[in-house]
């Protein structure tokens, strides 16, 4: 089973992105954090298979978050899929250099987009699902 | 019509859409009287703020749509959380047409009453239900 952390402001869009992974055929956990800084806290505690998170955030944003868990010499292991209404192409390429950063999709997300990631987070280190449950 | 109208148009359509698979019938220019929304400023290369309001019925049945349950199920906290993602993604996806390649950054969006007249306006459903939608932008 896939573990996934959701960070995001809106409960709405998080209630919105966990029923769209429901409907993958992938077998999913999901767990769910308001802002950068309690995303890094649950992070920690859960050591997700994969973070999908928001920018524009309170308190700490989603860019804040990425960088923080870079520093992390077990976080920045996790990949990070960033999910934005924020459509700057800059920003987004800036991100993307971001060694955790897998892909930038623009909100409003599909089910499909989100299936892809998650075939592609997949089929690039299927171990990932394996070794993550042994910790 | 001008062109931030259309891409004002073409964003609105993309969003109810894709989030709530609605499909928003174009109605030009409006004004809502005792509806609510939501306002989002961005800032940088360009400023502006794109103002969004709806009516309450409306606003639940797309809330209903967007969340996967009944109208009759949605909080008033929900509608309200929903109008607000709904125009932080309208504004994202209308600069992306409006502005691309420059550099801006969006605030957080927040909550509004109508206020005077909107120049994109939408019916949905074939009822008599606005959605409009105001962008200014300064630079």
Partial sequence: MLKILLVDDSPLMRQFVARSLSMTEFEVSVHHADNGRSGIQAARELMPDLIITDLNMPEMSGEEMVEALLLDKVLCEIPVVILTADSEQNRAESLLRHANVQACLRKPVRPEDLRQQLERMTADAPELVMERSAW | ?139
């Fill in chain 2, 1 to 139: 019509m001008n062109s931030w109208d259309t891409v004002l148009e073409e964003s609105a359509a993309e969003v109810l859409g894709s989030m709530c698979f609605a499909a928003p019938e174009y109605r030009g220019s409006g004004h809502l009287a005792d509806a609510a929304g939501a306002a989002i400023s961005f800032g940088g290369e360009v400023e502006g703020t794109l103002k969004l309001v709806l009516e309450q019925d409306l606003a639940k049945q797309l809330a209903a749509d967007f969340l996967g349950t009944d109208s009759d199920e949605v909080t008033a906290e929900q509608t309200r959380l929903f109008t607000l993602e709904l125009a932080n993604v309208i504004c994202g996806t209308a600069l992306a047409g409006i502005a691309p390649g420059r550099h801006y950054h969006l605030g957080l969006p927040e909550p509004i009453a109508a206020d005077g007249e909107y120049q994109c306006c939408f019916s949905v459903a074939g009822e008599a239900i606005d959605l409009g939608l105001a962008l200014e932008l300064r630079n």
